[in-house]
């Protein structure tokens, strides 16, 4: 399985986006869908994640602000992102985690910069 993400760019404070990670095959094993995030100089952090049964978690940072929600087809997951703020500037990854044996694959990252 290949996961390819999508939908980074450059936007205003304030402004949206929505993130995209496809994956190469449907995936029907249980799994956990997470998007991950690394600003500059700062290390790799969770922000949101859907598990196959279709329960989430955010973190404190993007609560009320971002969504993860995924297609029936179960092969594209999705990061809306509203009212973002500078700090959300950073390269966000998908990683798809396969839940029966623990077996991670990531996306490789797409560039979300925010400006004032």
């Known amino acids: 399985v290949q996961l390819q993400a999508s939908g980074g760019g450059l936007v205003q404070a304030g402004g949206s986006l929505r993130l995209s990670c496809v994956a190469s095959?449907?995936?029907?094993?249980?799994?956990?869908m997470g998007w991950y995030r690394q600003g500059p100089g700062k290390e790799r952090e969770l922000v949101a994640q859907?598990?196959?049964?279709?329960?989430?978690a955010y973190s404190d940072s993007v609560k009320g602000r971002f969504t993860i929600s995924r297609d029936n087809a179960g092969t594209t997951w999705y990061l809306q992102m509203n009212s973002l703020k500078r700090e959300d500037t950073a390269v966000y990854y998908c990683k798809l985690r396969f839940i029966t044996d623990g077996l991670d694959m990531w996306g490789q990252g797409t560039q979300v910069t925010v400006s004032s």
């Open positions: 095959e449907r995936i029907v094993r249980t799994n956990t």
């Open positions: 859907i598990s196959s049964a279709g329960n989430t």
